[in-house]
């Protein structure tokens, strides 16, 4: 399989846009759940791509057929609206690094189910290239447990990064699902990026909606949280247009051009391009996270040789 070098270039952009959202969701104060801030993000980025999808036009959807508008539908069902919320409530309990670290099994999963699935068969080196990206990730990985006051916090923190580790393992098998659902569709010579992209936002935002009446009653008693709600807007907005808007146009763009395997290998290079942010929220990757660059960088050339 060969990997075009937009597709390579679009899957790199999608990680860096989900890399600096996943820092910004982190640091957001508010009292939502994770599913009513999926909600909240998911309707914040189909205000701004349906008028835009309108003005540049994206493919009639009528030229679309019915089954692959269904797929996006349930493509966006599965990794947006329940991949999305089990991912916010692992980043509250494992911090961005540590969250982003579970896509390690992705490119893997992927690549296999897209053998079986679709007959896409990566060569050897490709292979080798996405296991050199599970090992980066898995070193990223490693973290100590920070310093506690005193015995009952530490065992706090110990449940809730198990639990955080549940959630993240689940978003991860809910996300390439939803890939490989969408790479189905768009290798078809499919709807345009930006057309999938927000049909999937769309699916995601279907299945939450019974969450409207909580999302509104936070939204009039102006949410619970350190800061005045004109403070926490700003991280909403730019938040929602980097992962949600961009980074998810940029991941169907690179699943129209490249394998699902191999554009999940890419995309799930986003643990390593958060290392430079890890000192902002207290980690110290060191050594291991120098070395864990160096393998992506090679595996990145293996990938797109």
């Known amino acids: ?6 597709g390579v270039m679009a899957a790199l952009g999608a990680a860096l846009c989900w ?10 104060p508010t009292s939502l759940g994770a599913s009513e801030l999926n909600l909240l993000k998911n309707l914040v980025a189909l205000g701004f791509q349906v008028p835009l999808l309108l003005l540049i036009g994206g493919g009639p959807l009528d030229r679309l057929p019915l089954s692959a508008l269904l797929l996006l539908l349930v493509s966006g069902a599965l990794g947006i609206a329940a991949g999305d919320s089990l991912y916010f409530a692992a980043l509250r309990r494992l911090g961005t690094r540590r969250a982003l670290t579970f896509d390690a099994g992705g490119p893997a999963v992927t690549a296999a189910a897209g053998t079986v699935f679709l007959g896409e068969v ?15 990730v898995l070193l990223v990985a490693r973290q100590r447990l920070p310093p506690s006051a005193n015995t009952a916090q530490a065992t706090r923190l110990r449940r809730d990064q198990r639990f955080g580790v549940g959630m993240a393992l689940a978003a991860l098998i809910c996300g ?4 490989l659902l ?4 768009l290798r078809l010579d499919g709807p345009s990026a930006l057309t999938a992209a927000t049909l ?3 699916g995601g935002t279907l299945v939450l909606l019974p969450l409207l009446p909580a999302l509104l009653r936070h939204g009039s008693s102006g949410g619970v949280g350190p ?3 004109r403070r926490r807007w700003p991280l909403v907005l730019c938040a929602t247009l980097l992962g949600t808007s961009a ?8 699943l129209s051009r490249l394998p699902g395997g191999l554009a999940v290998a890419l995309l799930a290079t986003a643990p390593v391009l958060a290392l430079p942010l890890a000192r902002w929220e207290g980690d110290r990757p060191g050594p291991v996270g120098a070395l864990a660059a160096c393998l992506s960088v090679l595996a990145v050339v293996l990938l797109t040789r």
Do not use: E, K, N, Y
């Not at 969408?182 to 569709?185: E, F, G, K, P, T």
């Open 1 to 6: 399989m060969i990997a075009s070098g937009d």
């Open 19 to 28: 890399t600096l959202a996943s820092s910004l969701w982190r640091r957001l």
């Open 122 to 136: 990566p060569l050897l080196r490709q292979w080798l290239g996405i296991a050199l990206i599970s090992l980066a």
């Open 176 to 179: 390439s699902a939803g890939a």
């Open 182 to 185: 969408a790479r189905s569709v």
């Open 200 to 202: 999937r936002l769309l």
């Open 227 to 229: 800061r005045p709600p």
């Open 247 to 254: 980074g998810i146009v940029l991941q169907q763009f690179a």
